[in-house]
């Protein structure tokens, strides 16, 4: 039981690490989501006059200096990796973490289950054993009784020995009856 035990709590310590990492990706990818934003803004900002100067001759919107365009691309690039983080956190705890715990619990469960389990058959092995016992003092007991009235038999004088060998004779039916009672209980419990 103890290595079922060990392997529960393994299993507890590895979704703790899965929602750790789940909170690190989280957290990167709202730093990354975060620096996206304020770079789309700061882009925005300097745009046109990046793009068509600070005095104007064309339409502001009609041109982008391909600086921009680049930067447009790698703040996209930026934007999707925080998504792709903030995906990949979701899933570490959807797919790993949730799981390992429920499985953690179903396997403490089925752990309790079976030490309770376990405990009860002991407790009606000893009981049983105890019954053979009983059984088996009780089947000696009136084996020691015929052979005592066997002796009294062998010991008696004519007038008595007819009483003696009808008493015998009970007890013998006796000692079968009960080990009529104590055989089967010996082979089922041995």
Known sequence: MHIVSGGISWLDDIQQFYRERSAIEKEYAAKLSAL???YYEKK??????????????VTPGSLEC???????VQLNTLESRATEHDQFAGALITQLADPLKVLGTRTEE??????DYAAKLEKERDHQYS??????????????????RR?????AFDHGKGKARNAFEQQQVEMRNVKVCYMPTCTLRC
Do not use: I, M
Not at 110 to 115: A, C, E, I, N, P
């Open 151 to 155: 002796k009294k038999v062998d010991g």
């Open 36 to 38: 996206a934003k304020k």
């Open 66 to 72: 391909a600086s921009l365009t680049t930067w447009g």
């Open 110 to 115: 089925l752990r309790k289950l079976h030490g």
């Open 131 to 148: 019954e053979l016992r009983k059984q088996k003092g009780k089947y000696d007991s009136v084996c020691q009784e015929v052979e005592s």
């Open 44 to 57: 925005a900002k300097k745009q046109t006059s990046l793009s068509v100067g600070d005095t104007p001759t």
